[in-house]
């Protein structure tokens, strides 16, 4: 049975060890509290593909941490460029940004926490809230217990399904094919016309692109990828159960990743491609020998305090990614998570300063909702 305690220890334990649960870890550290991250993977996860927008909070966090980091964040674009169906350019505009990949940063908030406090192939189980203190239990056997547990465990929470059963993600009627392609091996003239952050649409289809930086985290030219994420819609109770059923025959819940796509759905995007893209894009996917896909979901919540228990990042609020903001939003969480629990020594004080916390982090999670959900809606469907 687990001692309970009536001393704040400024303990924390993060179930989920991406760029959410880091995020949360380096700030908790920085302000002085004792913190380990329990990941339910056995694997590393620095190998992990695909591009984002940077955005400020992701760089503040950064900062914060005292991250020494070598080189650029990312690749640096110009301009945004839209292309009709044919491959004309209806709209250029000026629109300087940097976009990185999801490997880049992590590897560099990994850096910043100590292995002994990183666990990794931990499942948890469930949770049991004392007094004074919270223990997670582990499928290994194992209990830890601290002040506050905090789920960082993304759009599958498990956190989320012990404190909140009722809260669940909706399909939104539409989902992302996405790729990356060494850029060597982009055909030029796609490559010429592509090399800022460009989209087009068609019907029921948005696609964008934009380079990013390539292995050992590269943003030499040459050796960088291209990303493409390309939206489109597809029916729930028919044809997505089909897509989200792997090359293996086994089912999924929302994400296919590289490699595992059935035949019968690449060769779809391919056609597709064929059918609805301007040229420079059709090259792109056409150049893809393993395109991915996720299920474009939406996830709301009332609360990210459940007592001792908090929500953050993916596990509280998943929004679109029209907004490029769902790792900007775990950044935002963790910063004033930081600036919130710094002085707090007692238990009232925890009580309080997570309150205090929660109203702001659920304003900024809804905001993102509503934002991504009107930008969505109006690519895909027309309204």
């Known amino acids: ?201 068609n019907t029921r289809s948005h696609i964008l692109g934009y380079l990013v930086p390539g292995d050992n985290n590269s943003n030499e030219e040459g050796s960088r990828y291209y990303n493409w994420v390309w939206y489109r819609a597809v029916e729930e109770t028919t044809e997505l159960p089909d897509l989200m059923t792997d090359n293996a025959g086994k089912q999924r819940e929302h994400t296919m990743p590289p490699g595992m796509l059935a035949p019968k759905w690449r060769n779809k995007i391919y056609h597709d491609a064929n059918a609805l893209l301007p040229p420079a894009f059709k090259a792109a996917v056409l150049a893809t020998e393993e395109p991915f896909a996720q299920a474009i979901v939406d996830l709301t919540s009332e609360k990210m305090v459940y007592d001792k228990v908090l929500l953050v990042g993916d596990a509280a609020f998943i929004p679109r990614p029209h907004t490029a903001a769902s790792t900007a939003k775990a950044a935002a969480n963790a910063l004033a998570l930081g600036e919130s629990l710094a002085h707090v020594n007692s238990y009232d004080d925890l009580k309080n300063a997570l309150r205090k916390w929660e109203k702001p982090q659920l304003r900024l999670g809804n905001y993102l909702y509503q934002q991504g959900s009107r930008a969505g809606n109006y690519l895909i469907f027309g309204g």
């Open 1 to 201: 049975m687990t001692v309970q305690t009536t001393c704040l220890r400024k303990k924390a334990i993060i179930i989920g060890g991406s760029l959410s649960g880091l995020f949360t870890a380096t700030i908790l550290k920085s302000i002085g509290w004792n913190v380990d991250v329990y990941e339910r993977s056995a694997a590393d996860l620095d190998s992990r593909g695909g591009g984002m927008v940077l955005q400020a909070d992701v760089v503040n966090v950064l900062r914060k941490v005292g991250a020494t980091i070598s080189g650029e964040l990312g690749v640096s674009s110009k301009d945004r460029v839209v292309f009709d169906p044919q491959g004309k350019v209806l709209q250029r505009d000026k629109a300087p940004q940097t976009q990185t990949s999801w490997s880049l940063i992590y590897s560099n908030m990994r850096q910043h926490f100590e292995d002994k406090h990183y666990h990794q192939g931990k499942t948890l189980l469930n949770i049991l809230q004392h007094k004074d203190s919270v223990s997670a239990f582990f499928d290994d056997g194992s209990e830890v217990n601290a002040d506050i547990i905090i789920g960082a465990d993304g759009g599958r929470s498990t956190v989320r399904k012990i404190v909140s059963p009722t809260s669940k993600t909706t399909y939104a009627g539409y989902v992302a094919y996405r790729g990356l392609i060494n850029e060597k091996d982009m055909p030029e003239d796609a490559k010429a016309l592509l090399g800022d952050f460009a989209f087009a649409s």
